[in-house]
Protein backbone atom coordinates (compact mmCIF):
# COMPACT_ATOMS: atom_id res chain seq x y z
CA UNK A 1 0.00 0.00 0.00
CA UNK A 2 1.34 3.64 -1.02
CA UNK A 3 1.58 6.24 1.31
CA UNK A 4 2.99 9.86 0.84
CA UNK A 5 5.45 9.39 3.27
CA UNK A 6 7.03 6.17 5.16
CA UNK A 7 5.67 7.71 8.32
CA UNK A 8 1.77 7.57 6.75
CA UNK A 9 1.25 3.71 7.66
CA UNK A 10 1.52 4.98 11.37
CA UNK A 11 -1.33 6.81 12.00
CA UNK A 12 -4.79 5.58 13.13
CA UNK A 13 -6.25 6.62 9.66
CA UNK A 14 -3.92 4.61 7.64
CA UNK A 15 -6.28 2.87 5.10
CA UNK A 16 -8.03 1.15 8.20
CA UNK A 17 -4.72 -0.37 9.46
CA UNK A 18 -5.19 1.36 12.71
CA UNK A 19 -6.40 -1.86 14.26
CA UNK A 20 -2.95 -3.79 13.07
CA UNK A 21 -1.03 -1.70 15.42
CA UNK A 22 -0.92 -2.81 19.11
CA UNK A 23 -4.34 -2.73 20.36
CA UNK A 24 -6.32 -0.22 17.98
CA UNK A 25 -5.67 3.65 19.19
CA UNK A 26 -8.34 6.81 19.49
CA UNK A 27 -10.09 5.30 22.65
CA UNK A 28 -10.35 6.39 25.91
CA UNK A 29 -10.59 3.03 27.90
CA UNK A 30 -7.54 0.75 27.74
CA UNK A 31 -10.21 -2.59 28.13
CA UNK A 32 -12.65 -1.47 25.53
CA UNK A 33 -14.34 -4.31 23.87
CA UNK A 34 -12.95 -7.15 26.05
CA UNK A 35 -14.56 -9.29 29.07
CA UNK A 36 -13.06 -8.20 32.02
CA UNK A 37 -14.74 -10.40 34.24
CA UNK A 38 -12.72 -11.54 37.24
CA UNK A 39 -12.76 -15.66 37.56
CA UNK A 40 -13.78 -16.99 40.69
CA UNK A 41 -11.87 -17.88 43.28
CA UNK A 42 -8.74 -15.62 42.10
CA UNK A 43 -6.34 -14.24 44.59
CA UNK A 44 -6.38 -10.73 43.13
CA UNK A 45 -3.50 -9.58 44.66
CA UNK A 46 -1.33 -12.39 43.31
CA UNK A 47 -3.23 -11.82 39.95
CA UNK A 48 -2.33 -8.23 39.64
CA UNK A 49 1.53 -8.53 40.40
CA UNK A 50 1.95 -11.07 38.05
CA UNK A 51 -0.02 -8.82 35.22
CA UNK A 52 1.70 -5.77 36.10
CA UNK A 53 4.83 -7.36 35.61
CA UNK A 54 3.85 -8.79 32.01
CA UNK A 55 3.31 -5.19 31.38
CA UNK A 56 6.05 -3.11 32.83
CA UNK A 57 8.28 -5.74 31.13
CA UNK A 58 6.58 -3.75 27.53
CA UNK A 59 6.27 -0.76 29.23
CA UNK A 60 9.87 -0.25 29.62
CA UNK A 61 10.86 -2.05 26.41
CA UNK A 62 9.00 0.12 24.21
CA UNK A 63 10.50 3.08 25.86
CA UNK A 64 14.00 1.61 25.28
CA UNK A 65 12.49 0.96 21.59
CA UNK A 66 11.51 4.48 21.07
CA UNK A 67 15.05 6.03 22.09
CA UNK A 68 16.41 4.73 18.52
CA UNK A 69 13.64 7.25 16.74
CA UNK A 70 16.11 9.08 14.44
CA UNK A 71 19.36 6.33 15.10
CA UNK A 72 18.45 3.92 13.07
CA UNK A 73 21.04 2.22 10.59
CA UNK A 74 18.15 2.95 8.01
CA UNK A 75 14.44 4.10 7.19
CA UNK A 76 12.85 1.12 7.08
CA UNK A 77 14.02 -0.18 10.42
CA UNK A 78 13.26 3.17 11.84
CA UNK A 79 9.15 2.05 10.70
CA UNK A 80 9.72 -1.46 12.11
CA UNK A 81 10.84 -0.15 15.87
CA UNK A 82 8.79 2.06 15.68
CA UNK A 83 5.65 -0.17 14.74
CA UNK A 84 7.40 -2.90 17.40
CA UNK A 85 7.65 0.07 20.64
CA UNK A 86 3.73 0.71 19.68
CA UNK A 87 3.04 -2.68 20.00
CA UNK A 88 4.21 -3.36 22.91
CA UNK A 89 3.00 -0.04 24.44
CA UNK A 90 -0.76 -0.99 23.56
CA UNK A 91 -0.06 -4.66 25.23
CA UNK A 92 1.23 -2.30 28.06
CA UNK A 93 -1.51 -0.31 28.15
CA UNK A 94 -3.86 -2.77 28.22
CA UNK A 95 -2.39 -5.00 31.06
CA UNK A 96 -1.52 -1.75 33.61
CA UNK A 97 -5.31 -1.11 33.57
CA UNK A 98 -6.21 -4.41 34.18
CA UNK A 99 -3.42 -4.62 36.86
CA UNK A 100 -5.43 -1.98 38.80
CA UNK A 101 -8.56 -3.21 37.79
CA UNK A 102 -7.62 -6.38 40.21
CA UNK A 103 -6.16 -4.94 42.84
CA UNK A 104 -7.04 -0.76 43.13
CA UNK A 105 -4.20 -0.48 45.89
CA UNK A 106 -1.62 -0.38 43.21
CA UNK A 107 -2.38 2.97 41.94
CA UNK A 108 -0.46 5.72 43.47
CA UNK A 109 -1.68 7.99 45.96
CA UNK A 110 -2.39 11.44 45.43
CA UNK A 111 -3.05 10.89 41.52
CA UNK A 112 -5.68 13.17 39.92
CA UNK A 113 -8.87 11.40 39.37
CA UNK A 114 -8.99 11.92 36.01
CA UNK A 115 -5.91 10.30 35.31
CA UNK A 116 -6.66 6.73 33.69
CA UNK A 117 -5.14 3.82 35.68
CA UNK A 118 -2.84 2.46 33.49
CA UNK A 119 -1.71 6.51 32.47
CA UNK A 120 -1.39 6.60 36.88
CA UNK A 121 0.73 3.56 37.02
CA UNK A 122 3.13 4.72 34.16
CA UNK A 123 4.08 7.88 35.49
CA UNK A 124 3.51 8.09 39.04
CA UNK A 125 4.96 4.79 40.29
CA UNK A 126 8.55 5.14 41.61
CA UNK A 127 11.72 2.83 39.89
CA UNK A 128 11.14 0.64 43.06
CA UNK A 129 7.62 -0.04 42.83
CA UNK A 130 8.18 -1.34 39.19
CA UNK A 131 8.43 -5.09 38.52
CA UNK A 132 9.90 -5.69 35.10
CA UNK A 133 12.56 -7.75 34.69
CA UNK A 134 16.13 -6.23 33.84
CA UNK A 135 16.97 -6.88 30.87
CA UNK A 136 14.24 -4.14 29.31
CA UNK A 137 15.94 -1.73 31.43
CA UNK A 138 19.81 -1.97 30.23
CA UNK A 139 20.72 1.27 28.70
CA UNK A 140 20.69 0.26 24.52
CA UNK A 141 24.54 0.28 23.10
CA UNK A 142 24.89 -0.43 19.50
CA UNK A 143 22.59 -2.00 17.19
CA UNK A 144 24.15 -5.16 17.63
CA UNK A 145 22.88 -4.97 21.14
CA UNK A 146 20.00 -3.85 20.08
CA UNK A 147 19.32 -6.88 17.93
CA UNK A 148 20.92 -9.40 20.89
CA UNK A 149 18.13 -7.61 23.36
CA UNK A 150 15.36 -7.78 20.95
CA UNK A 151 15.76 -11.40 19.79
CA UNK A 152 16.29 -12.59 23.71
CA UNK A 153 13.33 -10.62 25.03
CA UNK A 154 10.85 -11.25 22.05
CA UNK A 155 12.29 -15.10 22.46
CA UNK A 156 11.05 -15.36 26.22
CA UNK A 157 8.10 -13.35 25.19
CA UNK A 158 6.77 -14.95 22.95
CA UNK A 159 6.76 -18.49 24.71
CA UNK A 160 4.86 -17.09 27.65
CA UNK A 161 2.22 -15.14 25.45
CA UNK A 162 1.19 -18.24 23.91
CA UNK A 163 1.14 -20.20 26.78
CA UNK A 164 -1.21 -16.84 28.66
CA UNK A 165 -3.84 -17.05 25.52
CA UNK A 166 -5.25 -20.17 27.39
CA UNK A 167 -5.32 -17.69 31.03
CA UNK A 168 -8.53 -18.28 32.88
CA UNK A 169 -8.31 -14.51 32.55
CA UNK A 170 -10.57 -13.37 30.41
CA UNK A 171 -8.20 -10.11 29.64
CA UNK A 172 -4.74 -11.74 29.98
CA UNK A 173 -5.68 -14.38 27.91
CA UNK A 174 -7.18 -11.76 24.44
CA UNK A 175 -4.08 -9.55 25.42
CA UNK A 176 -1.72 -12.33 24.93
CA UNK A 177 -3.37 -14.15 21.79
CA UNK A 178 -4.10 -10.41 20.28
CA UNK A 179 -0.16 -9.96 21.18
CA UNK A 180 1.35 -13.46 19.95
CA UNK A 181 1.02 -12.46 15.80
CA UNK A 182 2.76 -9.12 17.09
CA UNK A 183 5.75 -10.36 19.23
CA UNK A 184 6.07 -13.34 16.89
CA UNK A 185 7.33 -10.39 14.23
CA UNK A 186 9.33 -9.16 16.65
CA UNK A 187 11.23 -12.55 17.04
CA UNK A 188 10.95 -12.90 13.24
CA UNK A 189 12.72 -9.51 12.71
CA UNK A 190 15.48 -9.83 15.36
CA UNK A 191 16.34 -13.10 14.13
CA UNK A 192 16.49 -12.12 10.50
CA UNK A 193 18.87 -9.01 12.15
CA UNK A 194 21.26 -11.62 13.61
CA UNK A 195 21.48 -13.96 10.76
CA UNK A 196 22.15 -10.77 8.92
CA UNK A 197 24.82 -9.24 10.94
CA UNK A 198 26.29 -12.44 12.47
CA UNK A 199 27.03 -14.09 8.91
CA UNK A 200 27.94 -11.17 7.15
CA UNK A 201 31.10 -9.36 7.90
CA UNK A 202 34.39 -9.30 10.96
CA UNK A 203 32.37 -6.44 12.23
CA UNK A 204 29.01 -6.62 12.27
CA UNK A 205 29.74 -10.48 13.45
CA UNK A 206 31.98 -8.47 16.24
CA UNK A 207 29.12 -6.11 17.26
CA UNK A 208 26.05 -8.78 17.47
CA UNK A 209 28.07 -10.91 19.35
CA UNK A 210 29.59 -8.53 21.77
CA UNK A 211 26.07 -7.64 22.30
CA UNK A 212 24.90 -10.86 22.76
CA UNK A 213 27.56 -11.36 25.50
CA UNK A 214 25.95 -7.93 26.90
CA UNK A 215 22.97 -9.10 27.54
CA UNK A 216 23.49 -12.53 28.44
CA UNK A 217 23.98 -11.89 32.11
CA UNK A 218 20.26 -10.89 32.48
CA UNK A 219 19.35 -13.71 30.61
CA UNK A 220 18.73 -16.32 33.48
CA UNK A 221 16.63 -13.83 35.78
CA UNK A 222 13.77 -14.35 32.92
CA UNK A 223 13.00 -17.71 34.05
CA UNK A 224 12.88 -17.33 37.92
CA UNK A 225 9.47 -17.52 39.47
CA UNK A 226 7.75 -15.35 41.92
CA UNK A 227 5.76 -16.39 44.61
CA UNK A 228 3.47 -14.31 42.79
CA UNK A 229 3.18 -16.03 39.61
CA UNK A 230 3.14 -19.62 41.35
CA UNK A 231 0.03 -18.48 43.14
CA UNK A 232 -1.23 -17.61 39.37
CA UNK A 233 -0.38 -20.48 38.41
CA UNK A 234 -2.17 -22.54 40.36
CA UNK A 235 -5.63 -20.33 40.24
CA UNK A 236 -5.09 -20.74 35.84
CA UNK A 237 -4.66 -17.11 35.31
CA UNK A 238 -0.98 -16.91 34.89
CA UNK A 239 2.21 -19.11 33.38
CA UNK A 240 5.52 -20.21 34.91
CA UNK A 241 8.52 -18.44 33.36
CA UNK A 242 10.57 -21.78 33.98
CA UNK A 243 8.46 -23.91 31.93
CA UNK A 244 9.54 -21.53 28.87
CA UNK A 245 13.11 -22.28 29.06
CA UNK A 246 13.43 -25.29 27.02
CA UNK A 247 11.49 -23.55 23.57
CA UNK A 248 13.87 -20.34 24.61
CA UNK A 249 16.72 -22.77 24.60
CA UNK A 250 15.78 -24.08 21.30
CA UNK A 251 15.28 -21.22 19.29
CA UNK A 252 18.17 -19.37 20.60
CA UNK A 253 20.09 -22.01 19.55
CA UNK A 254 19.07 -22.44 16.02
CA UNK A 255 18.77 -18.88 15.78
CA UNK A 256 22.93 -18.11 16.62
CA UNK A 257 23.99 -21.86 14.81
CA UNK A 258 22.96 -19.41 11.62
CA UNK A 259 24.17 -16.56 12.41
CA UNK A 260 27.22 -18.38 13.27
CA UNK A 261 27.06 -17.15 16.65
CA UNK A 262 28.08 -18.53 20.13
CA UNK A 263 25.30 -17.85 22.95
CA UNK A 264 27.26 -17.18 26.23
CA UNK A 265 26.72 -19.52 28.81
CA UNK A 266 24.78 -20.92 27.31
CA UNK A 267 23.88 -24.98 28.23
CA UNK A 268 20.87 -27.91 27.97
CA UNK A 269 18.80 -25.69 30.26
CA UNK A 270 19.18 -22.67 28.08
CA UNK A 271 21.32 -20.71 30.29
CA UNK A 272 24.10 -19.92 32.27
CA UNK A 273 24.78 -21.64 35.98
CA UNK A 274 23.67 -19.54 38.44
CA UNK A 275 20.33 -19.56 39.95
CA UNK A 276 17.48 -17.93 38.94
CA UNK A 277 16.82 -14.56 40.96
CA UNK A 278 13.60 -12.90 40.52
CA UNK A 279 15.40 -9.24 41.03
CA UNK A 280 13.35 -6.86 38.76
CA UNK A 281 10.08 -8.60 39.73
CA UNK A 282 10.72 -8.00 43.39
CA UNK A 283 11.53 -3.95 42.82
CA UNK A 284 15.10 -4.75 42.73
CA UNK A 285 16.51 -2.55 39.33
CA UNK A 286 19.66 -0.63 38.78
CA UNK A 287 20.43 2.99 38.37
CA UNK A 288 19.48 2.48 34.19
CA UNK A 289 15.69 2.06 35.40
CA UNK A 290 15.24 5.52 37.35
CA UNK A 291 17.30 7.84 34.47
CA UNK A 292 14.70 5.99 32.38
CA UNK A 293 12.33 7.00 34.22
CA UNK A 294 12.64 11.18 34.98
CA UNK A 295 12.62 10.96 31.03
CA UNK A 296 9.42 9.30 30.84
CA UNK A 297 7.71 10.79 33.24
CA UNK A 298 8.68 14.34 33.44
CA UNK A 299 6.29 16.09 31.60
CA UNK A 300 3.06 13.95 33.22
CA UNK A 301 4.64 14.86 36.72
CA UNK A 302 5.57 18.58 36.15
CA UNK A 303 1.56 18.73 34.76
CA UNK A 304 0.11 16.56 37.56
CA UNK A 305 -3.66 18.11 36.47
CA UNK A 306 -2.93 17.89 32.63
CA UNK A 307 -5.68 16.83 30.57
CA UNK A 308 -4.29 15.70 27.29
Known amino acids: MAFDNAYEALTEDAGGLGDRWAHGTGFQDALSGVDDTVPAGVDLTAAARHVLGLADDALVMAHRLSEWCTHAPELEEEVALANIALDLLGQARSLLARAAQLDPGLRPAGVPGHVPDEDALAFFRAAEDYRNVRLVEAPHGDFGHLVARL ?88 VDPATTRAEFADVLSRVCDQATLDPPGMDDRGAGDAPAVPRGRTGQHTAALRDLLAEMQSVARAHPEGRW
Open 151 to 238: LVFSTWRLALLDRLSGSRDPVVAAVAAKAVPEVAYHRDHAAGWAVRLGDGTDESHRRVAEGLAEVWPLVEELFATTDAERTAVADGTG
